[in-house]
C-alpha cells in the first residue's frame, strides 16, 4: 500500500515563475493537508481540502498561492510569481474521512517538495 | 487559537543517555496529543500518540504521557542511540474541532557516539 506520494522532490524556479507541487494521498484517503516548513523552523498549517472541496484555508497566504483537490488526480498546490522568500519544503499529509473506522487522528506524511527560488 | 510549544534545542547527548523533550500546550477542547520524528531530508513520520488525559504513548523505546493537568506532554526515552539523531515535533489536533495538527517548533536532537 503505496504511501502519500509528492512530486517532485526538488524544484528550481526563477522568481516570477510559477511552482506547481502534487500530492497523491494514501489509497482510501480522502482529506489532504498541505503544510510548509521554511529552513530550520516548524512545519506550519497552509489548506485542509476534501476532494473537490476547500475546507480549512486559515494558513494560506492571500495572495500567489492556490490548492485543489479534483474528483480525479493528485492535489496541486500551485504557487504564482514565486518569490525567494517562498523557498520552502512543503509537506503534503493525508487522512481517512471523518468518521471512518481507520481515522485515528494521525496525518500521513509524504517526504516532501523542497522549492529553492533562485 | 490551539498552540504547541517544545523546547529549543539542539539537544546534545551522550549514547545511553536520558532524554527528555518538553511540550506544553494549549487548546479548548478535548485534543489529541502526537510526537512525529524528522530524519534529515525525510518527511514527519508517527512516533507515538495519545487520545485522552492520563493515556501513555509509546514507541521504540520513546515514550510520552497526556497530562491534562499541566497541559503537558513530554517525550522520554530511557538510554538513546546515534540512529535516534532527528528533529522531533510534539503536536495536537482536535482542540477546536479543527481536523489539521497543529505542530510545535521542533526540537532537533543529536546523539553522539
Known amino acids: 500500500n503505496a504511501g502519500v506520494m509528492q512530486n517532485p522532490r526538488h524544484l528550481v524556479r526563477r522568481r516570477g515563475q510559477e511552482a506547481r507541487l502534487r500530492c497523491s494521498p494514501m489509497k482510501g484517503h480522502s482529506h489532504v493537508y498541505w503544510y510548509r516548513q521554511l529552513p530550520e523552523e516548524g512545519l506550519k498549517f497552509m489548506v485542509y481540502?476534501?476532494?473537490?472541496?476547500?475546507?480549512?484555508e486559515s494558513g494560506m497566504p492571500k495572495e500567489r498561492f492556490s490548492a485543489e483537490f479534483p474528483k480525479e488526480g493528485p492535489s496541486i498546490l500551485r504557487i504564482q510569481q514565486v518569490v525567494r522568500g517562498d523557498s520552502a519544503a512543503y509537506f503534503c499529509?493525508?487522512?481517512?474521512?471523518?468518521?471512518?473506522?481507520?481515522?485515528?487522528?494521525?496525518?500521513?506524511f509524504g517526504e516532501g517538495s523542497r522549492l529553492t527560488v533562485l | 487559537g490551539d498552540s504547541v510549544t517544545q523546547m529549543e534545542g539542539p539537544v546534545t547527548l551522550s549514547e545511553e543517555a536520558f532524554l527528555t523533550i518538553n511540550c506544553t500546550y494549549t487548546a479548548t477542547g478535548y485534543p489529541s496529543l502526537f510526537w512525529y520524528v524528522q530524519y534529515p531530508g525525510e518527511g514527519l513520520q508517527l512516533l507515538l500518540k495519545?487520545?485522552?488525559?492520563?493515556d501513555k504513548g509509546s514507541n521504540k523505546g520513546f515514550e510520552a504521557t497526556y497530562r491534562k493537568e499541566t497541559t503537558s506532554f513530554h517525550l522520554e526515552k530511557g538510554s538513546v542511540q546515534v540512529s535516534d539523531s532527528a528533529v522531533y515535533f510534539c503536536a495536537l489536533s482536535g482542540g477546536t474541532g479543527r481536523r489539521a495538527l497543529t505542530f510545535g517548533s521542533g526540537t532537533r536532537l543529536q546523539v553522539q557516539p
Open positions: 481540502l476534501q476532494k473537490e472541496n476547500i475546507i480549512d
Open positions: 499529509a493525508s487522512s481517512p474521512r471523518e468518521g471512518a473506522r481507520t481515522n485515528t487522528g494521525e496525518l500521513f
Open positions: 495519545a487520545t485522552k488525559a492520563d
